[in-house]
């Protein structure tokens, strides 16, 4: 047998070809990777594995549902920048992971997961726990590894641990369970990367020649910047430009926003200064963006996209291109290396913008300005069912004995008390897209939220995986009291495992987003929008984690502060429950629904 090679981690893997079991092979093939943690729940399936795990410097962090798991991974690679990996026994353990699965893929998280499948023998004869594991995330994968033959074990392994990371986005390992076991002779496979590129010289010189004769130039940071680690180029080229620098949505830490030509997020309850200052654009550069078409609807009654203006899409997958927005250039690049190719040209070239960098500059800050100003006038909603949410809940108490607070001046009080190098996580919901106006960050890696996927029971879990990833930040959650009830029990998972976080739960008895469709639409009619809660905090108690509730204005600040030196001096998970409103800010899109029509008579009434 050749000398074990030593990898970077202090572990080691058999160099050349070797005898072992197809187990074996699997796991020296996730060591060859770089794994060290994985989340999911044990299973018989893949038990023989699993039993070597410890050994070969691998952790599985057992979870209370595997929807969970495959969200910690997901939280696990997009802070970490490797690999996420979630495991499950077949068939419904499996299953459980379909939706996790695909908030990953929209986020581009290269998460892969293991799913162990019913034996050889028996697949067809309708067995215990038997599916066909392959068609359920056919959808949401970039690639499907099928095990065929034990003795090919490490190599589909290694493949789908490459085609995540080339892709950028979910792979899936599929085993029969019976191939776990044996003797083969294989080689583990050295761990293949892609060096991008900056994409063609002709696309970057055409591009470089726009921006040469752009007047008012704006960049859209994307999560390709994120993914790329390129911030800083991105920074070098929007200061060139003398830009204003836009985040794609829900893309908030893909730009500092102390920098002076920060503008804040497009999209859904995004920031005015930044649709404002798009709207004006002549050239736009999306630097790592897809453009996705929710990213850049109308909002707060702007339809702000420059229709006029020339596009200069760059992202690192070439489908990806004019796919939404019509565009002038298509970029099919790295982010970082094409912000470099073209702050290149650009370096010693005079640019018809420069001469107006002071006054674009002053034009920034004044509409950073105004918008700050709005954001801290506007205390609550104006709309009339807020109003009278507002009216009827000043009547009441909450349980807790003090006063519903308006979830505007709660994020704004959060936003204050955020400490730095803190993660994010947003679940899906009224309150937790209102902040999208409110949370702003310094570093990459740093926001996660739901994407395009859009599920409830996202942010907690996601956070968890986060926070394993990187145990020396700050790791705080959003939800609303309904995606909360999808994630709640995962608190268990924080206190088993010591994985200390802290999740704020805006406690407003209902289902938002959807509540807000009925209020435009139906009249107020409200089927199955109302929630009827016990205590989070006291839930929270009961689970071993701290639970602190929340109903004055002047205690929010510091209860996070509370709660965040509870989880980085003491390992404690806190859940923060902060009563808040009936009121609701603007529904996701005033397109999706059409005012009911009714033409039977029983139902006259309903329109």
Same mark, same amino acid.
């Given at each position: ?29 996730l ?28 952790r ?12 910690m ?28 699965i ?17 034996g ?15 068609p ?19 190599e ?13 986005? %979910? ?7 019976d191939?776990f076991?044996?003797?083969?002779t294989?080689?583990?496979?050295? %761990?293949?990367r ?25 960049i ?7 993914m ?45 200064a ?38 200069i ?64 006038e ?10 009278d949410?507002i ?16 979830p ?5 009080e ?14 899906i ?12 960050f310094e ?64 406690h ?30 006291e ?5 071993g ?5 929340v ?57």
């Amino acid at each position: 047998m050749s000398q074990p090679q030593s990898l970077s981690d202090g572990r080691t893997i058999p160099s050349g070809p070797t005898k072992m079991t197809p187990s074996e092979a699997f796991v020296e093939t996730l060591v060859a990777n770089g794994v060290t943690d994985m989340f999911g729940i044990m299973g018989s399936a893949f038990m023989d594995a699993m039993d070597i795990f410890a050994p070969a410097g691998i952790r599985l962090i057992p979870v209370v549902h595997e929807q969970g798991a495959g969200h910690m991974a997901d939280g696990y690679a997009r802070v970490s920048g490797r690999h996420g990996v979630v495991i499950g026994q077949n068939g419904p353990g499996i299953s459980n992971c379909v939706t996790a699965i695909g908030a990953a893929y929209w986020a581009h998280s290269p998460v892969v997961i293991v799913t162990p499948e019913t034996g050889t023998m028996t697949m067809g004869l309708g067995g215990f726990q038997e599916c066909k594991q392959l068609p359920m995330f056919q959808e949401f994968t970039k690639y499907q590894g099928h095990v065929t033959h034990p003795a090919r074990m490490a190599e589909y392994t290694g493949r789908c641990f490459d085609r995540a990371m080339s892709e950028m986005g %979910p792979t899936q390992l599929n085993i029969p369970r019976d191939y776990f076991y044996g003797e083969i002779t294989c080689e583990i496979p050295k %761990p293949a990367r892609l060096d991008r590129g900056a994409g063609g010289e002709h696309s970057l010189d055409e591009a470089a020649e726009l921006l040469a004769k752009a007047k008012f130039p704006v960049i859209i940071s994307g999560g390709g910047v994120v993914m790329a680690d390129a911030v800083e180029e991105c920074k070098a080229l929007a200061e060139r430009l003398g830009a204003p620098v836009v985040n794609s949505y829900l893309h908030n830490d893909s730009f500092p926003a102390s920098h002076p030509l920060w503008c804040g997020p497009l999209g859904y309850q995004g920031s005015k200064a930044a649709m404002k200052l798009m709207s004006q654009a002549d050239v736009v550069v999306a630097l790592g963006s897809r453009l996705g078409p929710f990213g850049t609807l109308p909002q707060h009654g702007m339809d702000y996209w420059p229709k006029n203006a020339k596009i200069i899409q760059i992202d690192a997958d070439n489908k990806m291109l004019g796919l939404v927005k019509k565009i002038s250039v298509g970029i099919c690049g790295d982010a970082k290396a094409a912000a470099v190719a073209l702050t290149s040209r650009l370096a010693k070239r005079t640019l018809e913008c420069d001469a107006s960098k002071a006054e674009r500059a002053a034009k920034v800050a004044a509409e950073k300005a105004a918008w700050e100003k709005e954001l801290d006038e506007w205390t609550h909603e104006r709309d009339p069912f807020s109003l009278d949410m507002i009216e009827e809940n000043a009547k009441e108490k909450p349980f807790s004995g003090g006063e519903y607070l308006h979830p505007r001046q709660v994020l704004r009080e959060l936003e204050k008390a955020m400490p730095e190098d803190v993660m994010v996580s947003t679940d899906i919901g009224n309150i937790n897209s209102v902040a999208n106006s409110y949370l702003r960050f310094e570093k990459p890696r740093s926001f996660f939220a739901a994407m395009s996927f859009g599920n409830c029971g996202y942010a907690f879990p996601t956070i968890i995986g986060a926070k394993v990833a990187a145990p020396h930040r700050p790791a705080v959650s959003y939800a609303g009291d309904g995606a909360w009830g999808m994630s709640l029990m995962e608190t268990m998972t924080c206190v088993r495992h010591n994985i200390p976080v802290t999740a704020v739960v805006f406690h407003n008895r209902q289902w938002g987003a959807e509540k807000k469709n009925q209020v435009d639409f139906y009249n107020r009619r409200f089927v199955a929008g109302e929630l009827d809660n016990q205590s989070f905090a006291e839930i929270a108690r009961a689970m071993g984690a701290e639970g602190i509730t929340v109903d004055r204005l002047e205690d929010v600040g510091p209860a996070l502060k509370k709660a965040i030196e509870l989880q980085m001096n003491e390992g404690k998970t806190t859940i923060i429950e902060i009563m808040c409103t009936r009121e609701l800010g603007d529904p996701f899109r005033r397109d999706a629904l059409s005012k009911p029509v009714r033409f039977l008579d029983k139902y006259k009434d309903y329109v």
